[in-house]
Nanobody, 119 residues
Framework: QVRLVESGGGLVHGGGSLRLSCAAS????????MNWYRQSPGTGRNWVARITNTDTTDYADAVKGRFTVSRDNAKNTVYLQMDDLKPEDTAVYYC?????????????WGQGTQVTVFS
């Protein structure tokens, strides 16, 4: 079992910054990609950003130029640096691990962390 724990959410004024963390623990695994998604009340879960095992990154148009995804392999942690936050960024943010453990596919979600941006 691989457990994902997000942290770093909170309340921030528009234009401010937050850094989310997603820490993986448990059994040994190999990462293929870590995604960040977000979900606002009454909407579906929308993809935000991705980092792969080759450190290739990709972003949704809505956050491109403002958000940066990175990882620290030694800490088994992926980060989402969010700058110039806007009220429309308000959502619960989830990390999503795609990988393998003991040759079996992994597709795990964290519990989510709330980000609220006020104007």
């Amino acid at each position: 079992q691989v457990r994902l724990v997000e942290s770093g959410g909170g309340l921030v004024h528009g234009g401010g910054s937050l850094r989310l963390s997603c820490a993986a623990s448990g059994r040994r695994f190999s990462l293929l990609a870590m995604n960040w998604y977000r979900q606002s009340p009454g909407t579906g879960r929308n993809w935000v950003a991705r980092i792969t095992n080759t450190d290739t990154t990709d972003y949704a148009d809505a956050v491109k130029g403002r958000f940066t995804v990175s990882r620290d392999n030694a800490k088994n942690t992926v980060y989402l640096q969010m700058d110039d936050l806007k009220p429309e960024d308000t959502a619960v943010y989830y990390c999503n691990l795609i990988g393998k453990a003991n040759g079996q596919p992994l597709y795990n979600w964290g519990q989510g962390t709330q980000v609220t941006v006020f104007s």
